[in-house]
């Protein structure tokens, strides 16, 4: 009896993974079963919190199957992959993505109201996982489901940060942060495995020896952390496939525990346990502005090392022929967060696989790609020699040495330009001696890419232009785009709903077929359709901004709306500055309340909290919005909203809602812009410069359909060489000098003028980002915009004109473009 209890014990072992029976029933059962046994709970007496997890379970459940598949598969076929590195995933909530994936949305909604629970009470239990900044998180989160749904082998690797971006609160109008603690309850939808951890070293020094006569360099690690893996499913849309998401949590090795032992130091130890586990503590919230932190180099390189060393030992069959390495991944740098896994590679390669420099070097040279997010020198990754060295003392040399081949190279190319090999050298000089990272990731790149095509251009020709030249057909253009399935399926269901009753369901996945709404944009009834899908998630953002925020959004408003993190190149002052105007005109009496078209602004932006000038604008858009949204003379037809803690689970509420999408950026200073492609997709228009992917934008919804505004990127450069002096252009125009004025009367804070004397000084002496020279033509746009919005439903043609011309900016198309431009991965099975 016991052998053949054995037998059937194999049987099961050897049967593949089954969902279970995709019916309510069935749903039903596993629902309950995750709420008894993995709970731990009765439903009589679960809180939300328990059928949150128990649901989130069953999720998970029905995927596991295709997860253990795709892995089995993936190791079978060994098809070439993508690594994406990226210090940040901004995710959103997990359960409604993963339910879509699925297909299980309307079953599990059945499943759980036969239980007497609401889907939608429970959706609102998840803490969103804020493990990043803005657009550069949250575009590493769009591909990696883009690269699921087009069924190609992708891990993505990063840190699990155990606080993400900070919780934002607002404490008389100005900016407080609360440590962001997502993990309180745990999270449903990750895998430790402790088990697996890698040992990641850092610090020490290096010494030469003698290996058969060959002298080598190697390393001689001061400490080290362990590396415990987080893998987290990343579904395809029901297609079967799931990729992994693979996050580093730091965690204190034994050597730690042995310093215990050794010195019987128990707070030393402890001390030094908390140091360890510090690298993977906090997400840093500088966006575009690294600090230079060691923290932070400590986290890049504790991340990077460790997939590395996940890939090659663990995804890689035993007996790889590195060699080949090229052929089987591509390792995808998101900005230069990660580039110190080029040195690493080559550490592995040479010092641990003792492979020759040259072979390592061309090997490396082909596994490796660059993502540049920015134009702005500030956010272009440097780290002092000194620092780097110290943490990371091999990896130094190693740079050293490629610099070193690399400028012997530019010198056979070019000769001894002395200038010029300064200019190139990944060490800069000044102000300290250090490795500039994005000069590193060019030189080591196979491809670099700019994000949008102006960004791309300029990225070429004013930021690289020796690179360009040394490298011809280095550089490439991959346009951002964004997924479909969250910000346009999941986030905005009514018009969904419309689309497919239009077209077909296909759309979700073939993002283009919106082109076919084009026609639909002249039918009346379609566009009255529109117009109540419109209202309809106006209705719905304004119960969640009740609910949040206790917000009341007026009846017949536009909604007007500028949300991103805050940063004065995006140029969130010029927004304020129009509504100050408005504000002006009527309380001097120049213009009657009644004519006002009725606008809210809607902000929404976290300032790093080390940016003070942000933090003035907080305070200055928060104050604004106090005094205008107080002063009856307005008679309700203006008003200022600033939610706090604008997020993801709020960007999906905000964006279908939007009538106006401001994207009004300094010309040649926003790489792309991803949330301008999310308004459009959600049928806002758009009112903004020439400037990152608002230029595509422009050219396929047609000049007709956008609002442009502002200097070009050329005559920006002109008026900078003429030299700017922003107080000629206060004086020169009334409608500026009045709301300058006003603010700077204290009209906004309650008579001091001090409170913001510093903006408004910044504004007029020195101005960077030139919102005084780009104010007037702002300003006569807005005019054209409120014009166009009497009309609604010429307004609701070209907002369905937008959706129907912008399914380029899908992130499956920015995908294959990856593909084709730069990964040559083709879909694996
Ligand atoms: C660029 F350099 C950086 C950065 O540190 N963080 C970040 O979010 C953004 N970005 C750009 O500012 C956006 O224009 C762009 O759309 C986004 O990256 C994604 O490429």
Partial sequence: ASESATRAT??????????????????????????????????????????????????????????????????????????????EYLLGRQLDNNLLASGLTDIASEALASCGIDLDDLRQQEVEPGLGNGGLGRLAACFIDSLATLGVPNTGYGIRYEYGIFRQTFEDGQQVEQP???????????????EAAQTISFGGHTETYDDGGVQRSRWVPGWN???????????????????????????????????????????????????????????????????????????????????????????????????????????????????IAVPELMRVLVDEKKMEWEDAWAITQKCFAYTCHTLLPEALEVWSVDLLGHLLPRHLEIIYRINDDFLDAVRERFGDDEMRIRDMSIIGEHPVRSVRMAYLATVAGAKVNGVAELHSQLLREKVLP???????????????????????????????????????????TDLERLRELETHAEDPEFRARFAEVKAANKRRLSAVLRERDGFEVSDGHMLDVMVKRLHEYKRQMLKILHVVTQYESVISGRVVAADLQPRTAIFGAKAAPGYAMAKNIIHLINAVGSV??????????????????????LAERVIPAADLSEQISLAGKEASGTGNMKFALNGALTIGTDDGANVEIRELVGDE???????????????????????????????????LDLIASGAFSRGDRSTFEPIVSNLLYDDRFMVLADYSSYIAEQ??????????????????????RTGFFSSDRSMRDYIDRIWHTPPSF
């Avoid at 059962?29 to 809180?47: C, D, H, I, K, P």
């Avoid at 205008?628 to 689970?649: C, M, Q, W």
């Fill in 10 to 87: 194999h049987a099961l072992a050897l049967a593949p993974v089954t969902a279970p029976a995709s019916t309510v029933d069935g749903f039903v059962r596993e629902f309950l079963q995750n709420l008894n046994f993995n709970r731990g709970v009765a439903l009589s007496t679960s809180s939300a919190t328990d059928r949150y997890f128990a649901l989130a379970y069953t999720v998970r459940d029905y995927l596991m199957a295709r997860w253990l598949e795709d892995l089995r598969r993936q190791r079978e076929v060994q098809a070439k992959g993508v690594a994406y590195l990226s210090a």
């Fill in 180 to 194: 962001d603690s997502w993990l309180a309850y745990g999270s449903p939808w990750e895998f430790p495995h402790p």
């Fill in 225 to 339: 952390v362990q590396a415990v893996p987080y893998n987290y499913m990343v579904p395809g849309y029901q297609n079967g496939r799931v990729n992994t998401l693979r996050l580093w949590s730091a965690k204190a090795t034994n050597s730690f525990d042995l310093r215990v032992f050794n010195s019987g130091d128990y707070e030393e130890a402890v001390r030094a346990q908390t140091f360890a586990e510090n690298i993977s503590k906090v997400l840093y919230p500088e966006d575009s502005t690294p600090q230079g932190k060691e923290l932070r180099l400590q986290q890049q390189y504790f991340f990077v090392a460790a997939s590395i060393k996940d890939f090659l030992d663990v995804t890689l069959p035993k007996d790889f022929d590195l060699t080949k390495l090229p052929d089987r991944i591509i390792f995808q740098l998101n900005d230069t967060h990660p580039v």
């Fill in 466 to 508: 020796d690179f360009d030249e040394f490298f011809p057909g280095k550089f490439t253009n991959v346009t951002n785009g964004v997924t479909p399935r969250r910000f346009v399926r999941l986030a905005n269901p009514e018009l969904s709903a419309l689309i497919t009753d239009a077209l077909g369901s296909g759309w979700v």
């Fill in 628 to 649: 205008v949204n107080a002063d009856t003379r307005l008679e309700g037809r203006l008003k200022v909203l600033f939610p706090p803690n604008y997020n993801v689970t």
């Fill in 705 to 739: 359909n956008f609002f442009l505004f502002g200097m070009s990127e050329p005559e920006v450069e002109a008026l900078w060489a003429r030299g700017y002096k922003p107080a000629e252009f206060y004086q020169a125009d009334d409608n500026l000098r009045r709301a």
């Fill in 783 to 804: 005019v054209k915009v409120d014009a166009a919005y009497a009309d609604q439903d010429a307004w609701n043609r070209s907002a369905i004109l937008n959706v129907a």
